[in-house]
């Protein structure tokens, strides 16, 4: 009979952990975007992120981003408010889609605002 495959340690302790969630999943992104750019592009909608990360397909130098991050915002920053402001922005030519941290608690009630409807953009020096 074959284990079925565990959850990273680190997502478990964030389920189980009474400290407030404060990630968020950003997806929709391009593939050659850094980290930085990502914290760049919080930075520039106001928004304080204690950490970004961007999520990687294969190993070590092989290693490519694969358009999707998750974002932890500093103690204070409210989530709702940040999701609010950055989902459907424009970013480098494509619109974010930032929702809940997928890992922690999924929003069934969860729809993304269609780029179309949201006109802002994220300013030049932030996508670069």
């Given at each position: 009979?074959?284990?079925?495959?565990r959850a990273?340690?680190?997502?478990?302790?964030?389920?189980?952990?009474?400290?407030?969630?404060?990630?968020?999943?950003v997806s929709n992104l391009p593939f050659s975007i850094a980290a930085v750019q990502l914290e760049e592009?919080?930075?520039?909608?106001?928004?304080?992120?204690?950490?970004?990360?961007?999520?990687?397909?294969?190993?070590g130098a092989s290693a490519k981003t694969c358009?999707?991050?998750?974002?932890?915002?500093?103690e204070g920053?409210?989530?709702?408010?940040?999701?609010?402001?950055?989902?459907g922005l424009q970013f480098m030519s494509r619109?974010?889609?930032?929702r809940k941290d997928k890992f922690v608690d999924d929003d069934p009630d969860y729809h993304h605002v269609p780029a179309a409807k949201k006109k802002e953009t994220i300013p030049a020096q932030a996508a670069h």
């Open positions: 009979m074959e284990h079925a495959e990273p340690e680190r997502v478990l302790l964030r389920q189980t952990s009474s400290k407030r969630v404060r990630s968020l999943y592009a919080f930075a520039a909608q106001g928004i304080d992120l204690e950490h970004a990360e961007l999520l990687k397909k294969g190993t358009g999707l991050g998750v974002v932890t915002l500093k920053e409210c989530l709702d408010a940040c999701i609010e402001k950055m989902d619109a974010m889609i930032v």
